[in-house]
């Protein structure tokens, strides 16, 4: 099955700063990439997701990056918030429509 | 357009006692999957269903647990005989068809075995 490395575990950054998170993967034919966010005790909410065939993607303060050769993503965060605060996952989806996730970066917007 | 529901949102059962989890899709949505998250970790696939059929349950402990998701009504997940390590928060994802790969998620059932 697939497996998804994701890195860091935990990220704390200061109000107005940037917040990066890392994955790989490895399964060569995984051709969706979303991330979630979940609050605590909440569902994950998707925030942006990338397809194969696009090598980045922007949508406001939110952007995700994909360099299939390498098999990484990295969700890149600008001008943080405190309520960016949560819990951020990677998933990779192949050719079997599951999800495979990644095991979480708990983000911390410090004020 | 409602999202996906999920109930109960808590539930909390002996040892050996059974769990029945609901899940209704979003309106429109035919394809349904379940997930497991343990604390402080990442969610797990179990199971995927279409109305009528499991597609992948490749996820799912080969004792104790079973799916549906019949042509009318709400997908179930069903826990049999609980023990303490199935006390999970188990969410529920539904897409439109596999040819769409957004995955919407549902509130999620906490379960707590004592």
């Known amino acids: 099955g697939e497996n998804v490395e994701q890195h860091p575990s935990t990220l704390s950054v200061q109000e107005g700063d940037s917040a990066v998170i890392k994955c790989t993967y490895s399964?060569?034919?995984?051709?969706?990439f979303p991330w979630y966010k979940q609050e605590l005790g909440k569902r994950p909410q998707l925030i942006i997701d990338?397809?194969?065939?696009?090598g980045e993607k922007k949508d406001q303060r939110i952007a995700v990056t994909l360099n299939k050769t390498a098999k990484h993503f990295s969700l890149h965060i600008t001008e943080t918030q405190p309520e960016d605060s949560a819990v951020y996952f990677c998933?990779?989806?192949?050719?079997?429509?599951?999800?495979?996730f990644g095991a979480g970066t708990t983000v911390t917007v410090r004020a | 357009n409602a999202g996906v529901m999920q109930n109960p949102r808590h539930l909390v059962r002996r040892r050996g006692q059974e769990a029945r989890l609901r899940c209704s899709p979003m309106k429109g949505h035919s394809h349904v999957y379940w997930y497991r998250q343990l604390p402080e970790e990442g969610l797990k696939f179990m199971v995927y269903?279409?109305?009528?059929?499991?597609?992948?349950e490749s996820g799912m402990p080969k004792e104790r647990f079973s799916a549906e998701f019949p042509k009318e009504g709400p997908s179930i997940l069903r826990i049999q005989q609980v023990v303490r390590g199935d006390s999970a928060a188990y969410f529920c994802a539904s897409s439109p068809s596999n040819l769409q790969e957004t995955q919407y998620f549902g509130p999620g059932t906490r379960l707590l075995v004592l």
């Open positions: 990338i397809r194969s065939n696009v």
């Open positions: 998933a990779v989806r192949s050719n079997d429509y599951k999800l495979s």
């Open positions: 399964d060569s034919a995984s051709n969706y």
């Open positions: 269903l279409q109305k009528e059929n499991i597609i992948d």
